[in-house]
């Protein structure tokens, strides 16, 4: 793998007077899938608010490409080349899908272009003038994955992408993963489908009560079943 990408230290985090994050600490290297486990609740999806700066306030240390980002603010933060998918997708209801599509600013000049877009989500192409309220579940998480490509981002953070989304969908949004890794593209899931991150993922996070309590290799994987279905029932 290449050089280390994001490295995040002691990072605390707090919703008004609710401290969610509790020193979590996880290093991702250019290149790499890597996925946040754990039941609901226990700070993935937090964690990668907090890495955004989505949060009501944030201490300790998040490197973005050697850049120490903990005090900026969360438009600056995104220019440092991080793309964010949220659960909620948040898809435009009065724009149609290429509106959509259109709508976020390019970081850079690496950003895909609607064509390569297409070949990766050819649904996107025949979907194009449908507003956000005609699409299907799956072709809003597609969307929502699509947006963040053009922007130029390399880093991308991926918040339940599957949730919810038929087997077919899910397949293919696997597919895509391991296109956009092939491409150089770095990815950290937030996974509530173990079937749907495991194979994917380079290195694994374990989560509970906003604290990193385990992390192993992919390689690791079939030995630490046990602890897995000790942590996440799986």
Not at 164 to 181: D, F, Y
């Given at each position: ?96 899908a290429l509106e959509n599509l259109l709508l ?131």
């Amino acid at each position: 793998m290449g050089q280390v990408l994001l490295e995040v230290k002691d990072l605390q985090a707090w919703y008004g007077e609710s401290h969610i994050l509790h020193g979590v600490e996880l290093t991702v290297r250019e290149g790499e899938v890597v996925t946040l486990l754990g039941r609901n609740g226990a700070g993935r999806t937090t964690t990668l608010r907090a890495i955004m700066g989505l949060v009501g306030a944030r201490e300790g240390s998040v490197r973005v490409a050697g850049t120490e980002s903990i005090r900026l603010a969360p438009h600056r933060i995104a220019r440092l080349g991080i793309g964010y998918c949220p659960e909620e997708r948040g898809i435009f209801a009065s724009l149609s899908a290429l509106e959509n599509l259109l709508l976020p600013p390019k970081l850079n000049s690496q950003g895909m272009d609607v064509e390569e877009i297409y070949a990766m989500f050819p649904n996107l192409e025949e979907r194009a003038a449908s507003p956000g309220t005609r699409l299907s579940g799956g072709e809003q998480q597609m969307l929502a994955v699509a947006r963040i490509l053009r922007t130029g981002a390399k880093l991308l953070l991926l918040d339940e992408i599957s949730e919810g989304l038929a087997p077919v969908i899910v397949q293919k949004l696997g597919e895509v993963i391991r296109m956009l890794k092939a491409k150089g593209f770095t990815v950290v899931l937030v996974e509530q489908n173990f079937r749907f991150a495991a194979p994917l993922a380079d290195r694994f996070y374990v989560m509970e009560h906003g604290r990193v309590v385990e992390r192993f290799e992919q390689s690791e994987l079939t030995q630490r079943m046990g602890m897995l279905h000790e942590f996440l029932g799986v």
